[in-house]
């Protein structure tokens, strides 16, 4: 693959640059406020809660460390870094698979189960008051298009998203 020389590349036009500067606003902003939040309220980086978040949607609250990752956007070396603090904490616990002992399993221990519980209400709270209380139903609706639109590109296989799908339309 070429790389195109100065002359050949298509610049952002005017309205594209002001959407593409915006986009970066909010993929700089909303996290740093969700994980201050979080800090706040349960202790717990943003991503410390998503880990817990995944692991209690899964069944049994369990996961393979590597079905964790996938679903996380982690690197194994990040996740095992955070699920070692998690663990000191007492909201996961690491064994491995009695199926095949090289495979690591992430449980959500009681006392995880009982910090999503805790926390997921100030969350959702959050996320609705920074992003969709802003919007109105139609620009929510034109949020899930635009974003199934990004994902597809930038998650193909739909390791992030395998849970979650688009609900359909009401017919009535």
């Not at 909201?91 to 006392?111: C, H, K």
């Not at 639109?149 to 998650?155: E, G, I, P, R, T």
Request: with cysteine; net charge negative; proline share 7%.
């Amino acid at each position: 693959m070429t790389t195109p020389t100065h002359d050949e590349t298509q610049w952002l036009d005017d309205e594209q640059l002001m959407v593409w500067v915006r986009m970066v606003s909010v993929l700089e902003l909303l996290p740093a406020q969700l994980d201050s939040h979080l800090r706040r309220v349960a202790e717990l980086t943003y991503f410390d809660y998503y880990v817990l978040a995944m692991l209690s949607e899964a069944p049994d609250r369990t996961l393979p460390m590597s079905a964790l990752a996938a679903r996380t956007n982690a690197t194994l070396p990040r996740l095992s870094h955070v699920a070692r603090r998690l663990e000191q904490c007492g909201l996961l616990e690491r064994t491995p698979s009695p199926q095949d002992r090289r495979v690591t399993i992430g449980r959500l221990t009681e006392a995880g189960w009982e910090t999503v519980l805790a926390t997921a209400p100030k969350h959702v709270a959050q996320v609705r008051e920074l992003v969709f209380d802003v919007l109105s139903p139609e620009q929510v609706s034109q949020l899930a298009d635009i974003t199934e639109a990004l994902v597809a590109v930038l998650d193909p296989e739909g390791r992030m998203s395998l849970a979650y799908t688009r609900p359909e339309a009401d017919p009535h």
